[in-house]
């Protein structure tokens, strides 16, 4: 009797695990085909009328009225649309059907997303300005504005480089950042780069769009320039693994004058500089935190510059700079234990299903004996 009732508590569990596969399956299928089976269905029944189920029929007992056909149900066998409008109402409950599965697939998929086993989509950009015209020496802003943002992000990394003889960058500029934490802020108009590094605390930042800094850049030959986002810029996702998220390397182009601005303009702008970079090494901007100072942060650039020329390092690397920022300055918690042991999830659900396969043979070949 006790190896009865394990068996049967065995048969039991193995038709629950069944069901729950089955509905999994068919709320997927359902999400992906169930529009084009509701369209197909009418089509179906006017082809081949008592080959297509009625399923209001099916779920009524045999003997009572089918409440979409309004006939009695003589048999599963006769269990079909009897009029067009009987086909019409199916349709519409397959198509509702589809609607219920596409949205539970897509909570499963935020719910998935969430705890990090579904990597966000490349979606974010860098915000193109629109092109201007400047004069020579005149220093004007380029804003660094994310675009296209889908999941929360906690870490950005903007490189940006251009041509020195034509540009230089006279000042780098946080103000209004949705970042609350600066670790390195980069400026080289010898080799005509600059990079703003910087972040915040969980749950990031989830919006729209959200201005991330300004570059000032003062002209120093007349025509056009160009400035371009390097393919070392990143942005990481606030899934707990740094995923970069950053779709694509944009570019804009800016037209220089020849026509020179005045010296009092020149005495303004030096005015203004002095008055944003304050002292070096320090700024203040409100709640923000800046871990920089105005040179080159020291074993940081190395270390990148190290890393991309590896081997190991392709553009498809997501998680560089996520240990380091995440770990050691925004406090990130690390990888969700869950997704470690994703992979053994699966062996077990196969032993389970075998064990369960396994009883219900021997409790068949019991009740036959």
């Known amino acids: 009797m006790p190896e009865f009732k394990l068996i049967s508590i065995l048969i039991v569990l193995l038709k629950f695990v069944g069901f729950i596969l089955l509905a999994i399956v068919l709320i997927h299928l359902l999400s992906v085909l169930g529009l084009y089976l509701a369209i197909a269905f009418p089509v179906l029944w006017f082809l081949f009328p008592r080959q297509t189920p009625c399923f209001f029929c099916r779920l009524s007992k045999v003997g009572g009225n089918c409440p979409v056909c309004k006939e009695p149900v003589v048999s599963l066998e006769m269990a079909y649309p009897k009029r067009f409008?009987?086909?019409?109402?199916?349709?519409?409950?397959?198509?509702?059907?589809?609607?219920?599965?596409?949205?539970?697939?897509?909570?499963?998929?935020?719910?998935?997303?969430?705890?990090?086993?579904?990597?966000?989509?490349?979606?974010?950009g860098f915000n193109i300005p629109a092109r201007g015209q400047y004069r020579l020496g005149e220093i004007f802003p380029m804003k660094i504005e994310m675009i296209g943002i889908q999941a929360p992000i906690n870490t950005v990394q903007a490189d940006v480089g251009f041509n020195p003889e034509k540009l230089e960058v006279s000042h780098i500029s946080t103000e209004g950042s949705f970042a609350e934490i600066f670790i390195q802020r980069e400026i080289n108009n010898e080799l005509g780069f600059a990079r703003l590094t910087g972040g915040l605390p969980s749950p990031g930042f989830y919006s729209e769009r959200g201005l991330f800094g300004t570059i000032y850049f003062k002209g120093k030959q007349?025509?056009?320039v160009e400035i371009e986002f390097l393919p070392s810029s990143l942005v990481l996702a606030n899934d707990g693994i740094g995923t970069n998220v950053l779709l694509g390397f944009d570019k804009v182009s800016y037209l220089i004058l020849p026509e020179e601005i005045s010296e009092e303009e020149k005495q303004l702008q030096k005015d203004l500089t002095v008055m944003r970079t304050g002292v070096l090494g320090v700024e203040d901007e409100g709640t923000q935190m800046i871990f920089y100072d105005e040179n080159q942060v020291l074993g940081v650039q190395e270390a990148i510059e190290d890393y991309m020329a590896s081997d190991s390092y392709s553009e498809e690397d997501e998680g560089f700079l996520a240990p380091f920022f995440s770990n050691y300055i925004l406090g990130q918690k690390h990888y969700n234990l869950c997704k470690n042991n994703l992979m053994y999830l699966a062996p077990v659900f196969f032993v389970i299903i075998m064990v369960c396969l396994v009883a219900n043979q021997v409790g068949l070949r019991k009740g036959r004996q």
């Open 85 to 124: 409008g009987s086909a019409l109402v199916n349709a519409l409950a397959i198509f509702a059907l589809t609607i219920f599965s596409a949205g539970i697939v897509y909570l499963e998929v935020m719910m998935f997303r969430q705890l990090g086993f579904i990597a966000p989509p490349r979606t974010v």
């Open 222 to 224: 007349p025509g056009i």
